[in-house]
Nanobody, 116 residues
Framework: QVQLVESGGALVQPGQSLRLSCVASGFTFSRYGMNWYRQAPGKERELVADITSIGGSTNYADSVKGRFTISRDNTKNTVDLQMNNLEPEDTAIYYC?????????WGQGTQVTVSS
């Protein structure tokens, strides 16, 4: 079955960096675009970044443009999110996600907290 396992969340101070990673299994990873979403307390889940199947194109939420970078390694079935210059507003649970077979699949999420 489809499995998405995120890691890398932590408590960091404003201005610091963090790298999240997601390992995927249960489907042909290289054929599908991948997404990172986040959900802050009391807010709806929002799309942070996405990347096409071979990594040729990426898109970002306006709030993270210039600070976050999404990348993937199709040899390892991983998709990463490099987060630089983190702000308190980036505090959220971050989810790896893929849409395939007519539905969206989610990982369990990894907590990122940005606080001084």
């Amino acid at each position: 079955q489809v499995q998405l396992v995120e890691s890398g969340g932590a408590l960091v101070q404003p201005g610091q960096s963090l790298r999240l990673s997601c390992v995927a299994s249960g489907f042909t990873f290289s054929r599908y675009g991948m997404n990172w979403y986040r959900q802050a307390p009391g807010k709806e889940r929002e799309l942070v970044a996405d990347i096409t199947s071979i990594g040729g194109s990426t898109n970002y939420a306006d709030s993270v443009k210039g600070r976050f970078t999404i990348s993937r390694d199709n040899t390892k079935n991983t998709v990463d999110l490099q987060m630089n210059n983190l702000e308190p507003e980036d505090t959220a649970i971050y989810y790896c996600s893929v849409y395939l077979w007519g539905r969206r699949f989610w990982g369990q999420g990894t907590q990122v907290t940005v606080s001084s």
